[in-house]
């Protein structure tokens, strides 16, 4: 401004700001005056936003405001809301009979929705995030149920657990035949080789099916029942299917007869509220391999 | 052209320029003619679809809103009498603003800002509360009378201002309230309304809209067009030599001579123009300006300057028209003797024009086709294929059925994939096998678990293709979607 040259436009008789381009100057047009009265109302909110709200980062905080508001509080009031809207539907829930859920589309969309989380939070680390299981944990998506999978059999099995120690949990193991000296090395290679024929699968040369078949009934029909269906009374696995919760090949059958199996499945009663294991149930009985 | 000064050379304030400048207020004085009657009829048509629109009802059917025009954001539909839009047809809007641009500049290239001088909320809600001021303090002379008397001011001027701004009060609270009809059933939302039970946020909308029209329409005016909205900013770029825009025909109207001096003049032979400089043009001017400099900014083109102008030349007993829908080259063209030419029609406007017209038929022609049911299918990604204890193979789909006609409808799944494959959707006893049946309730969608299973005999590829068909029985209505059938 030391330097101002006042330029007086001759066309319009009005001065301008003295900055130039291309030989065209620009007018100083005014604001309007309500424009500028505006602009430092502006401000003065702007002042009182600092007074109201949090604003100032100081060393290791920041000012409060008096109105004492916090994002994280907002969050919280949220949170109770949801707990309160999904506490109502999760009443409705628990009312219901596990087949009735089933049936009706907006509880059955709600148990799955739930079931899902729930899922996630608390069984996805052994059978995984869909539910497609791993060697030792069973595919929750197929029709093989070692405890059954109707939608009742499906809740006991989450609320007691299998060997969880729970004392209405399911019992029942694979013994270690080897292992115990039940049954000679030959003996599990011959009847590993028998149990392979059950469900099809090609056997080792030279090996006595005759023999495979006696030691079988003599050791494992007691479980796993005539012809070796299985039973789902004491979780013995179907072994004429196509589902192999450890393995079908030699190596690994010889080993599940040597050392024995014993997986265990923790009891949620108590750790999970009766509604949301009916909902784990709804959700685990909808992936598809629901009796 | 500059000269520079010196600042010691300066004596008055006014060289530099103020910093801000006051705002010189504007007593539009009132007028009749042809365009002031266009402007009423328009702004009469304008609020009347606004205030009594959210009224109208339109029958849908047992369970449907029944209000012709609704927003309906609980529920995510918008119905427009016959129309009904989902939010994933969102699309009709663009193409609706696309449209609607485009008429814009046709309107600009054929008759300058004719949305700006006529249809603009803003010009239609400023005339209304002026003609609520004129009604209340009379007439330009009489405002300006009014608002420089010094005098202490009487009784009847503060009922009079008092009256003014409680009548633009209620006009803008029911502009306010006239808005928030448009998001509820209206007669139900003016029930609540009046007995205090209606949301807080209708209250809330109202009070804001009450605000910005009481503000903007009251208050704030002409300062709106020129300091707030681009769209005068715009048009300038829009704009081309033909179109016609309000003009003062300077070939005619100058030298600017007075009644009795023109008549001396004419009477010895002289030709003078007919600007009789009585200043009626800026009188009742809603921006204040004098359309005689020319093409401006501040202009609206509201003609109502050409009503004034053609009453003082009938007045005066000359040719009407004076100022009127014109541009430069017919002035030009008049000064060289020549015949005006009015081009409506070219290249601009006709495009302006195809385009309205192709994306606007494009438009309905979409819209008269839409399906009514579709489907979407998502394959489940976790896992993607399942082995049955049988050795057959089953994948999982989540397929949402949208039902968006005013009936509930039955519609049967079929898939077209692997051989010999069945379906089954979750939660859903099947009456037919292998093709399941579900209900989906008018207006809604149903998502479903669906599970397609191919038996181990038919040993299906890697990956292979599967087409679902939903099919409404009884209508025969289809739809369908497309994803793979993996085997792992």
Redesign the interface.
Known sequence: MTDHQSDIDSVSGRSTTGHEWDGIKELNTPLPRWWVITFYLTIVWAIGYWIVYPAWPLISSNTRGVLGYSSRADVAVELANLDKIRGDKMVALGAASLADIEKDPALLALARAKGKTVFGDNCAPCHGSGAAGAKGYPNLNDDDWLWGGTLDQIMQTIQFGARSGHAKAHEGQMLAFGKDGVLKPDEIVTVANYVRSLSGLPTRNGYDAAKGEKIFAENCVACHGEGGKGNQEMGAPNLTDKIWLYGSDEATLIETISQGRAGVMPAWEGRLDPATIKAMAVYVHSLGGGK | ???????SE?TSE??????????KKVYPQSVSGTFRRIKWGLMAFCLGVYYFLPFVRWNRGLGAPDQAVLIDLPNSRFYFFFIELWPQEVYYFTGLLIVAAVALFLMNSVGGRIWCGYLCPQTVWTDVFYAVERLIEGDRRERMKKDKSSDPMKLERISEIVLKHSIWLLIAWWTGGAWVLYFNDAPTLVKQLVTFQAPMIAYIWIGILTATTYVLAGH?RE?VCN?MCPWPRIQAALTDEWALNVTYRYDRGEKRTSVKKAAELRALGQSVGDCVDCYQCVAVCPTGIDIRDGAQMECIQCGLCIDACDTVMTKIGRPTRLIGYDNDINIHRRQEGKAPIYKIVRARTVAYAVIIGVIGSFMIYTLATRSLLDVNVLH????VA??????SI?N?YTVRLLNKSGYDRVIAIDANGPVNATL?V??ADSVTPDRPMIVIPRDST??L?L?VTAP?ESNPEKSIPVRFHVTDIGLGEAASATDNFVAP
């Open positions: 052209m500059n000269k520079t000064v010196n600042p300066l006014d060289d530099y320029g103020p910093l801000y400048a006051a705002r704030m300062q300091y489940d990604r976790n896992p399942v082995k049955l204890s049988d050795g089953r999982a089954h979750v939660g149903s998502e678990r599970l181990a």
